[in-house]
């Protein structure tokens, strides 16, 4: 990897003009996540009703929404291997050009009526997401361990904007265009998507200068970057630290996207209007993100693993909420679902300090790209079951099953951290 990108080798920790690239680069990327942030919930939001709308199955129009997490697997290891050997500038600006190319197929498909090509824009759309992901973790790169876990909040902060404002924009625009005939109303959000996407590239191709991941491998003297692979699992399950903050991630993922995606189907048979539903995923979304510099600042003083337990909690008690309203209640359900966006974000903003600090820097890409594979990976199967659950069993079952595994993972992450504060009182001894 060179480190010669807009002459990083001059920005020296410690120094004034380090804090301030590092201040200008979580400027950059909050930028960059904003739209890129809108664009993709309002993907996310017209396409459970589109595909429910083409195809009248609660199962086919789950796989759709879920599709974004599929995208976003299937780009994980890709993208950091491209960040690996290019810096983070091209991995982000990369992601959000496949984005913007995947909301271009959903708006045809709104056009032409074809499930297939709603499907396969979704995929794309997740490589979106898979950028905005991954510009949490380029917020880290020069932060100090003082400011670790802020430095990735702010930038997780910065998504509240766009991705609050995604369903209700998109969901509203298109409720403007009711009257238009079958289902090319829907072609709307996905062309404010294209154009959104666009907007988040050109604003990291032209504006990440020097390459934050160059910097710091010029401080460390580092001559290569381990290029991303799903052994790394296995070697940060092995981890005492990195094992409770990956189960923390893919647990606190999969409860949010298993609860959170058949929702709109349900409050749209208890005759919701899509406004309230957007309304609901908005407000989903904050809980999501505009905490996180709270969750942030808590990690940075109690630490991740506290948080984690803290986020499983939370998680649990959103997803009961959620079980025991009724589809025609609007209110319990704006409620269970904003706690687990809370619960989401305590998990993910505590697990991404902990694996950043964890790990060395040749080894650190390798390790967050595969954590986020995991974790995206375990979202989109909660998403696809949770369909199947829905269509087969109930809503409320499907929630309460969520709030056990939540219940699960903060047992989990309790017994880890006695285990490891065990350890570190023998080795001190």
């Known amino acids: 990897m060179s ?33 890129g942030g809108l664009a993709m919930t309002a993907s996310f939001s017209a396409s459970t009703l589109l595909a429910d709308q083409m195809t009248g199955s609660e199962t086919k129009a789950s796989l759709a929404a879920v599709c974004l997490s599929i995208g976003g697997t299937l780009a994980g290891i890709p993208l950091a291997a491209l960040m690996a050997r290019r810096g983070r500038r091209m991995g982000l600006g990369v992601g959000y050009v496949v984005g913007a190319a995947g909301a271009t197929l959903a708006m045809l498909s709104a056009f032409a009526g074809r499930y297939s090509l709603l499907v396969a824009g979704m995929v794309l759309v997740g490589t979106g997401q898979a950028a905005n992901l991954a510009s949490r973790y380029a917020g880290a790169d020069l932060a100090t361990d003082e400011n670790r876990a802020r430095s990735i909040s702010l930038v997780l902060w910065a998504s509240t904007v766009g991705s609050v404002l995604g369903p209700t924009v998109a969901l509203g625009l298109k409720a403007m265009f009711a009257g238009t005939d079958g289902l090319s109303g829907f072609a709307v959000p996905y062309a404010l998507a294209l154009g959104l996407f666009v907007a988040a590239a050109a604003n990291i191709f032209r504006r990440l ?19 991303p692979s799903l052994a790394e699992a296995g070697r940060i399950l092995a981890h005492p630290v990195g094992s409770i903050a990956l189960i923390g991630m893919m647990m606190g993922q999969a409860v949010m996207v298993g609860v959170m995606t058949v929702s709109p189907i349900h409050m749209s048979q208890g005759d919701q209007s899509a406004l309230v539903i957007g309304i609901m995923l908005s407000l989903h979304i ?28 939370v998680l649990a008690v959103g997803a009961v909420t959620a079980a025991r309203t009724d589809a025609a209640h609007a209110t319990g359900l704006l409620t269970g679902l904003f706690l687990v966006g809370v619960g989401w974000s305590c998990c993910v903003v505590a697990a991404s300090s902990l694996l950043t600090s964890s790990f060395p820097l040749e080894r650190r890409i390798s390790v967050q790209a595969t954590a986020d594979v995991l974790m995206t990976a375990l979202g989109a199967a909660a998403g696809v079951s949770s369909g199947l659950a829905v269509e087969h069993r109930s809503y409320a079952d499907l929630a309460s099953w969520g ?16 285990r490891n504060f065990s350890v570190t009182r023998r080795l001190t001894a």
């Open 209 to 227: 200068r020097p390459d934050p991941l160059h910097v710091v491998a010029s401080d460390a003297g580092a001559t290569g970057v381990q290029l």
């Open 3 to 35: 480190a010669s990108d807009g002459g990083a080798a001059a920005y020296l920790p410690g120094t004034p003009e380090r804090d301030e690239l590092a201040r200008r680069t979580i400027g950059v990327l909050q930028i960059g996540v904003i739209p």
């Open 286 to 313: 904050a809980g999501m993100f505009a905490f996180s510099p709270y969750v942030g600042w808590l990690v940075d003083r109690v630490g991740g693993q506290l948080v984690i337990i803290l986020g499983a909690a």
């Open 403 to 418: 709030a056990w595994a939540a219940v699960a993972l903060g047992i989990a992450a309790a017994v880890m951290l006695m």
